[in-house]
């Protein structure tokens, strides 16, 4: 997003280096859901409406259903005007999730980054934030940062990192069968059984959470 330039390669947009464009351009291009949600003192429709200058409250309302947001807000004396204290402590970091992704939703990117955007969370939440996630990369280039591997498993392509270098790459069969450091990984966060076919191929795997 250009907080900083690169001091090697490229980063290019539909072909066009990031370095060449204005930085607002660039940032109008992406959407971010981080680790720490970031929501300010106002109301969840204002939280919200940061992702899109003028939104309307039905488009509001359809980002947060599509975001599992509006469940919860229908069971809120002031709904949408429930105004929110500082650092938003008076609903839980899963439903503060929740609104971020619903804004990211709002503002419609065409590149999604995803950072630990479920590390926060309960199990039952996380379910929650996955499909909203699910649902929000539809039809977009989108970067998912994870220790959970949960969050990962579909994506085209995996980059595993240790140690701040690159190990490993490929799709989630891929790195199972190199048996490597991602599969190792894998192996910790889940007792796994693995069908294999009569070529020898993995098959999908049965999740189980370890313990």
Same mark, same amino acid.
């Given at each position: 997003?250009?907080?900083?330039? +690169?001091?090697? !390669?490229?980063?290019?947009?539909?072909?066009?280096?990031?370095?060449?464009?204005?930085?607002?351009?660039?940032?109008?291009?992406?959407?971010?859901?981080?680790?720490?949600?970031?929501?300010?003192? &106002?109301?969840?429709?204002?939280?919200?409406?940061? &992702?899109?200058?003028?939104?309307?409250?039905?488009? +509001?309302?359809?980002?947060? #259903?599509?975001?599992?947001?509006?469940?919860?807000?229908?069971?809120?004396?002031?709904?949408?005007? #429930? *105004?929110?204290?500082?650092?938003?402590?008076?609903?839980?970091? &899963?439903?503060?999730?929740?609104?971020?992704?619903?804004?990211?939703?709002?503002?419609?990117?065409?590149?999604?980054?995803?950072?630990?955007? #479920?590390?926060?969370?309960?199990?039952?939440?996380?379910?929650? +934030?996955?499909?909203?996630?699910?649902?929000?990369?539809?039809?977009? #280039?989108?970067?998912?940062?994870?220790?959970?591997?949960?969050? +990962?498993?579909?994506?085209?392509?995996?980059?595993?990192?240790? !140690? !701040?270098?690159?190990?490993?790459?490929?799709?989630?069969?891929? *790195? *199972?069968?190199?048996?490597?450091?991602?599969?190792?990984?894998?192996?910790?966060?889940?007792?796994?059984?693995?069908?294999?076919?009569?070529?020898?191929?993995?098959?999908?795997?049965?999740?189980?959470?370890? !313990?």
């Amino acid at each position: 997003m250009r907080f900083y330039d +690169i001091d090697g !390669g490229a980063i290019r947009l539909d072909g066009t280096d990031t370095r060449e464009l204005p930085r607002d351009a660039v940032r109008r291009a992406f959407g971010m859901v981080l680790q720490d949600s970031w929501l300010f003192a &106002g109301t969840i429709r204002d939280n919200i409406a940061y &992702g899109k200058e003028g939104a309307t409250l039905d488009e +509001i309302v359809v980002a947060a #259903t599509a975001a599992h947001v509006d469940p919860f807000v229908r069971t809120l004396p002031d709904g949408y005007d #429930t *105004l929110l204290e500082e650092e938003a402590s008076n609903i839980s970091a &899963g439903q503060r999730q929740l609104v971020t992704i619903a804004r990211a939703f709002l503002a419609d990117p065409s590149i999604l980054i995803l950072d630990e955007a #479920t590390s926060n969370v309960d199990t039952r939440t996380e379910v929650l +934030i996955q499909q909203a996630m699910a649902r929000l990369r539809h039809g977009r #280039t989108s970067f998912v940062i994870a220790h959970r591997l949960s969050t +990962i498993r579909n994506a085209d392509e995996i980059v595993v990192m240790e !140690g !701040g270098r690159i190990v490993e790459q490929g799709d989630h069969a891929e *790195l *199972l069968r190199k048996q490597g450091f991602y599969y190792r990984l894998y192996q910790s966060q889940f007792a796994e059984t693995v069908g294999v076919d009569t070529a020898g191929r993995a098959g999908p795997p049965i999740l189980q959470p370890a !313990g």
